[in-house]
């Protein structure tokens, strides 16, 4: 199962790839993607990793995306 984040702002198409780029190089993530309409970020980590993966996110979309911050949505069934 994995987790939505909600965007603080906007993100651009750049952005959204920096993101997933540096997100899918954590250990522990299992995928990562931006929704179509990049209001959130989907995360589904390895054996439930969440802590320490979003831990890192926060500072991987604050830096990427002009101090953007990510805050829990929903949980991801499928």
């Known amino acids: 199962m994995g987790r939505y984040y909600r ?21 522990d993530v299992e995928s990562v993607e931006v929704t179509k309409d990049h209001t959130f970020l989907k995360v589904v980590t390895k054996d439930d990793q969440f802590a320490e993966v979003m831990s890192k996110a926060v500072n ?15 949980f991801a069934t499928a």
């Open 7 to 27: 965007f603080s702002k906007k993100v651009t198409d750049e952005q959204v790839k920096l993101i997933e780029k540096e997100m899918r190089q954590l250990e």
């Open 60 to 74: 991987i979309c604050n830096r990427h995306a002009n101090g953007t911050e990510i805050s829990f949505a929903r």
